[in-house]
């Protein structure tokens, strides 16, 4: 990633087809596969980064990445529109530098040059654009955007007059198990791959790595623990109204997920870590020590804004509780208990929409502390089931092996694995309800400063 400018983050393209090269060829390699035997590929990226292509389909400059923040303003004026409530309505987000509109927005007043593309598109449409040579993306991919219209599962007309953008210059539309087409010639040669290799849509790779995770109704949550944590559970398309988390659509047709995001978790640690000159699995040693509960020490995880529930960029951090017998490991087990608790909001929110899991399907670095998937359970109520480490790959894996999206969920229910599973205890629940109490009124009166 780059970053040119304060507030700019950026990503070449080209970066991304080089992966997808190397990690297509290397799989190949590890697994004595020869080319000519894969019939189907899928694909999953990053949502959010905006790519703007030429007529030819090159790049007319980096990709502007979901964590950017150029557009601020522009993101501003749009949610004060018309359009930005619908947008809200629609997807349960604010509308924020990381749209699409934003940026497009930004680019024709700072660079008129890249204005001009022939088409935007996104991480994963750059990819099936240099496979196929067409201009494709998948619903999940696109449906993040604030230019697409959730309920009609298309590009969003209100938003395209909007912005004065012409339907043609953003990709056509595909399901996640549909078959797009055969690979160019010059990306089988890339590749190592037999150019009649079919090319499938994919997805979001959130959504992918739900369905890696077998999350084909509304049973099933899905939880992905690193430097933030994504908590996302499906719901029926026709089901639920207005939310507090986004809302896009799901890999597999008929579902939407609900997705809601802690900005910081294991980057609280990692701070917590580079103020006390210790690692984080250091911090995790000592918290498992400490008693539940921290000695009484409290931790409000905003510490780079809230993102889900609530949409507050200037809301921050605090200890609270602090004594002068306070230890490391009682701030270690604090921060992870209160993150936890961070991440149980999202849940409730999901509830609040009409979602109703009965237990969520984990992955991430995090997970491999048994004290902070035990915190996770104890604060949501819900069993936490440890997954495979594959994520979007395995899930795009099963979106290229089927030829629908029941077959697709079938492969998911019979691959996924389960590696252990942590239940909630009651008392452990008790005191994780006190807690999000407390952290709300601290929340407050952080607010009311």
């Known amino acids: 990633m780059d970053t040119p400018h304060p507030g700019h983050a950026e990503q070449d393209p080209e970066d991304w087809y080089g992966s997808v090269r190397l990690a297509v060829r290397t799989a190949l390699a590890v697994a004595g596969v020869p080319g000519d035997a ?189 430097t933030a944590a994504v908590l996302g559970v499906a719901l029926r398309r026709d089901l639920g109204g207005s939310t507090a988390l986004l809302r896009f659509p799901h890999v597999l047709d008929g579902l939407d997920l609900l997705s809601g995001s802690t900005a910081t978790v294991g980057a609280a640690l990692a701070w917590l870590g580079d103020l006390l000159d210790r690692t984080p699995q250091e911090l995790l040693d000592l918290a498992a020590a400490a ?28 200890f609270t509780g602090l004594s002068l017998a306070s230890s490391p490991g009682a701030l270690a087990r604090a921060v992870v208990e209160g993150t936890a608790a961070a991440i149980s909001d999202n849940l409730a929110a999901a509830r609040d929409a009409g979602a109703e899991p009965d237990e969520l399907a984990a992955v991430g670095g995090p997970t491999r502390s048994p004290l902070w998937c035990q915190a996770v359970a104890d604060a949501t109520g819900l069993p936490v089931a440890l997954c495979g480490p594959d994520g979007a790959p395995l899930g795009d894996a099963f979106l ?33 309800t006190a807690r999000r109490a407390r952290l709300d009124r601290v929340y407050q009166a952080t607010v009311e400063r």
């Open 291 to 318: 008693p539940p509960g921290a000695d009484g020490v409290d931790f409000l995880p905003h510490l780079a804004g809230s993102l889900h529930p609530v949409d507050d960029p200037a809301a921050r951090g605090a």
């Open 38 to 226: 894969v019939t189907a590929l899928a694909v999953s990226g990053q949502g959010a980064a905006l790519v703007a292509l030429d007529e030819a389909g090159k790049p007319l400059r980096p990709a502007i990445i979901h964590l950017d923040q150029r557009a601020e303003a522009e993101a501003a004026a749009l949610a004060q529109s018309p359009l930005g409530a619908d947008i809200r309505r629609a997807h349960g987000a604010a509308v924020g530098a990381w749209n699409a509109g934003a940026k497009i927005s930004w680019l024709r007043r700072h660079e008129p040059e890249s204005a001009t593309a022939a088409t935007y598109t996104s991480a994963s449409g750059f990819v099936l654009r240099r496979l196929t040579g067409q201009s494709w993306q998948s619903h999940s991919d696109a449906g993040i955007s604030d230019l697409y219209d959730l309920a009609g599962r298309r590009w969003s007309p209100a938003a395209l007059e909007a912005l004065d953008l012409a339907p043609d210059r953003l990709p056509a539309l595909a399901a996640g198990t549909s078959a797009l087409g055969p690979l160019t010639p010059a990306a089988a040669a890339d590749l190592g791959l037999r150019s009649r290799c079919a090319v499938v849509a994919g997805g979001e790779d959130t959504s992918s790595a739900a369905l890696a995770a077998g999350v084909t109704g509304s049973a099933r949550g899905f939880l992905s623990m690193g």
């Open 400 to 432: 290229a092996a089927a030829e629908s999206d029941a077959e697709a969920a079938a492969l998911a229910a019979a691959h996924v694995q389960i590696r252990r599973r942590y239940e909630p205890s009651p008392d452990g629940a008790e005191a994780a």
